[in-house]
């Protein structure tokens, strides 16, 4: 193979985030700020720690797009009722037919970038690509477990 898998796996995920950028252009909402509505989608309730590690933003970036995307209507804070510093962040209905349209846009684009597979190649590639995020995750964690003690 004459390019590294990382490298592969990184230009592929870069290529599929352009394309779809260009596809949800039209809707007025940033990439980072579809990457954030796609993870509450998923994980409502997470708090704005976890949602900025996973976005992979500071926490001030992250706090003026909750900010955009809450005096927009698509979210809301609301208050962790096991810690009063911290905000937990929901959806609100506005933002579900931007979710439906992501998510259409997103399941065409993997239909084209999978083009040419056959079935059983599609779920080889993502039960490999999903064994390999999960040991870098298992290793990500067991790293912040070796940094606390």
């Known amino acids: 193979m004459s390019e590294a898998i ?5 230009d592929t995920a870069r290529l599929f985030r352009r394309e779809l950028n260009e596809r949800m252009r039209h809707s007025g909402v940033t990439a980072l700020q ?6 509450l989608a998923r994980n409502e309730g997470t708090n704005q720690v976890k949602l900025a590690e996973f976005l992979e ?3 001030i ?5 909750i ?23 929901y959806l609100e209905e506005q933002s579900l037919p931007l979710i439906v349209e ?3 846009a997103s399941a065409k684009l993997t239909e084209a970038a999978q083009e040419g597979l056959t079935t059983e190649e599609r779920e080889q590639l993502a039960s490999l690509v999903e064994r390999m ?3 870098l995750s298992r290793k990500a964690c067991d790293a912040t477990q070796e940094q606390a003690a």
């Open 133 to 135: 995020r999960q040991n």
């Open 57 to 59: 933003v500071e926490p």
């Open 6 to 10: 990382g490298f592969l796996i990184h």
């Open 34 to 39: 579809w990457r954030l509505l796609a993870y």
């Open 102 to 104: 992501l998510r259409a």
């Open 67 to 89: 900010d955009r995307l809450a005096d927009a209507g698509m979210l809301s804070r609301r208050r962790d009722p096991d810690d009063r510093r911290a905000w937990r962040l």
């Open 61 to 65: 970036t992250l706090s003026r797009m």
